[in-house]
């Protein structure tokens, strides 16, 4: 079993920055992906950005150029920073966590942590 914890949300105005943090404990395997997906209020949960064990990085279009994924492997931990904040990028951000073991794919997910940009 795998726990993840996020913190770092908050109220931000546009053109702010914030820092999610996602730290991960429990089963975890060498090889994984880890990721952050957000989800506003009436639509679905939808991809942010993931970071593969290994270092390659994955990015929304809508997020390229302003979000940095980031993780410490040492001590299980995946960063988000957030520049250049926009209302439209108000959501529940989840952390998420994929690994295989073995034939079976395991996924985890953090409670979530309320981003709101607002002036």
């Known amino acids: 079993q795998v726990q993840l914890v996020e913190s770092g949300g908050g109220l931000v105005q546009p053109g702010g920055s914030l820092r999610l943090s996602c730290a991960a404990s429990?089963?975890?395997?060498?090889?994984?992906?880890m990721g952050w997906y957000r989800q506003a209020p009436g639509k679905q949960r939808e991809l942010v950005a993931t970071?593969?064990?290994?270092?390659?990085?994955n990015y929304a279009e809508s997020v390229k150029g302003r979000f940095t994924i980031s993780r410490d492997n040492a001590k299980n931990t995946m960063y988000l920073q957030m520049n250049s904040l926009q209302p439209e990028d108000t959501a529940v951000y989840y952390c998420?966590?994929?690994?295989?073991?073995?034939?079976?794919?395991?996924?985890?997910w953090g409670q979530g942590a309320q981003v709101t940009v607002s002036s």
């Open positions: 970071i593969h064990s290994g270092g390659t990085t």
């Open positions: 998420n966590l994929r690994q295989r073991r073995i034939v079976t794919n395991y996924e985890y």
């Open positions: 429990g089963s975890i395997l060498g090889i994984n992906v």
